[in-house]
């Protein structure tokens, strides 16, 4: 069944407002995937934050057109899953994982600052630590001279309640 017109605009307008924070995009050829493996994919990435979606690729070049991510319109071609996110990251191990677990599953292609990306340099991104796991990191090391100067502060009187306790000891022995 095909779409009227209205219903291609709002399909058009929907995906556009939902990528237009995303700096990076994905397209991966997801021929012969199951649909439960389809809804595996798509309940990851509602977790992870990461837009999911197959558009006709008409629409889908009509979605690229103008925004960074213009450098795709060549690249919908046949039966093509769009993935994107504010998070770099997210998207490209999210995509790697199910490429990895789910053979039908391939990366075709990426984009990321307006530059196209490969499938190595997609797989090397999703490789890098998460935006969490690199806030918690930053978090620790600014924590480290912190904890360490408070550790040191109580050392001076913890010194001293021990040495008055050794200092009693020895005055009750003798």
């Not at 779409?3 to 407002?17: D, F, G, I, M, Y």
């Not at 700096?23 to 012969?32: D, F, K, P, S, T």
């Amino acid at each position: 069944m095909s779409l009227s017109l209205t219903q291609k605009q709002a399909v058009v307008a929907e995906v556009t407002e939902s990528i237009s924070a995303a700096q990076a995009m994905i397209l991966a050829e997801y021929r012969g995937l199951s649909v439960s493996q389809l809804t595996g994919m798509r309940a990851a990435a509602r977790e992870a934050g990461v837009f999911v979606r197959v558009v006709k690729n008409t629409l889908a070049r009509r979605v690229v057109a103008g925004s960074p991510f213009e450098g795709l319109s060549e690249h919908f071609v046949g039966p093509v899953i769009m993935t994107a996110s504010d998070d770099p990251v997210a998207v490209a191990k999210l995509v790697s994982k199910f490429s990895k677990d789910i053979e039908p599953l391939k990366i075709t292609v990426g984009v990321m600052d307006g530059e196209l990306i490969n499938e190595s340099q997609i797989q090397a991104l999703a490789k890098l630590p998460s935006r969490e796991e690199l806030l918690a990191t930053l978090v620790g090391t600014m924590q480290a001279p912190i904890a360490k100067l408070v550790q040191t502060l109580n050392e001076v009187p913890s010194r001293f309640v021990r040495t008055l306790a050794a200092l009693e000891e020895s005055r009750q022995a003798a």
